[in-house]
C-alpha cells in the first residue's frame, strides 16, 4: 500500500519504540516524513530506512522546542497532512513520593507539549484537510498502581482527543488516538525484564503476549488513512483484549 505518497507525516518522539516503526509504517507506504525527538543520533538511524525523511532535533517539553519543531516540520516539504504526537515521558510513584518537577516533566512532555505543537500546526492541518493521532495508552482511559503522573497525563490526551474532535467541526482535521497497553519500548524495557512482573501482565492480555512497537504503528496508519475518514474523536485501545476484562482476575 501507498495511502500516503505526497502527504507529509510529522511523528514525535520518533527515535525508538512506538515513534520510530510508526515513521517507518508511513515511509513504506510512500509518505515524506518528518521525524521529531531530542535525539540526532537516534533519529538519524530511524531515517536511514525511510526513503524520504527529514530530522528535527528539538525538546516539546518547551516553548522553544515546539516552535523549532513547528517551523522545521513546515519547511521540511512544504505542507502537513498529518500529525502523530507520539512523545512522552513518565514518572513512577505515590503522590507522596513524585515531587513537583516529576509532575512537571510529565505534563509539559505529555500534555502541553502535545498541545502547543498541535495549535501551531493546525493551520497547515487545516489547509491539507489533514489529521492528527494521539499516543494515549490504557492508563488514560483506567488508572495504573503508583503511576498517577502519567494516568492523569494520558487522561487528558484521551479527553483533549475528543474535545478537538469536535472543536475541528468546520476544520475538516480528524482527531483519533490509540490506546496501548504494555508495549515493548525503551520506556519499558525494566518491565519487560521483570519476568514476574510480565507474567501478571499477560494473565489479564487475552492475546497472551506485550505489544510489538509495529503492531501499534500499524493502527495509528490506518486511523491517519483514509480508510479511516469517517473516524472521529475515536480513543482506540490497541492492548490485546486487556479492556474486555472487568478487572477480576482469571479463574480458570
Do not use: C
Not at 467541526?169 to 490506546?179: D, K, P, T
Amino acid at each position: 500500500m501507498e495511502r500516503f505518497t505526497g502527504k507529509t507525516v510529522i511523528v514525535t518522539g520518533a527515535s525508538s519504540g512506538i515513534g520510530a516503526a510508526t515513521a517507518r509504517r508511513f515511509g513504506r507506504e510512500g509518505a515524506n516524513v518528518v521525524l521529531v525527538s531530542r535525539t540526532q543520533s537516534k533519529l538519524d538511524a530511524v531515517a536511514a530506512d525511510i526513503p524520504s525523511a527529514r530530522v528535527v532535533v528539538a525538546d516539546l517539553s518547551t516553548r522553544d522546542g515546539v516552535r523549532t519543531a513547528a517551523s522545521g516540520a513546515r519547511e521540511a516539504f512544504g505542507r502537513v497532512d498529518v500529525l502523530v504526537n507520539n512523545a512522552g515521558t513518565a514518572v513512577m510513584g505515590s503522590i507522596e513520593e513524585v515531587g513537583e518537577d516529576g509532575w512537571a516533566e510529565v505534563m509539559e512532555t505529555d500534555v502541553t507539549g502535545v498541545w502547543r505543537l498541535t495549535k501551531a500546526l493546525w493551520p497547515d492541518l487545516k489547509a491539507s484537510g489533514g489529521n492528527v493521532v494521539m499516543t494515549s495508552s490504557v492508563s488514560g482511559i483506567g488508572g495504573d498502581w503508583g503511576m498517577h503522573a502519567y494516568n492523569a497525563a494520558k487522561g487528558a490526551i484521551t479527553n483533549l482527543t475528543r474535545a478537538l474532535a469536535l472543536d475541528a467541526r468546520e476544520s475538516g482535521v480528524r482527531v483519533n488516538a490509540v490506546n496501548p497497553s504494555f508495549t515493548k519500548t525503551e520506556l519499558t524495557s525494566g518491565m519487560v525484564e521483570n519476568d514476574a512482573l510480565v507474567a501478571k501482565f499477560l494473565e489479564r492480555i487475552p492475546l497472551g503476549r506485550p505489544a510489538e512497537p509495529e503492531d501499534i504503528a500499524d493502527v495509528i496508519a490506518f486511523l491517519a488513512s483514509d480508510d479511516a475518514r469517517f473516524v472521529n474523536g475515536v480513543n482506540l485501545p490497541v492492548d490485546g483484549g486487556l479492556s474486555a476484562s472487568n478487572g477480576q482476575p482469571p479463574q480458570a
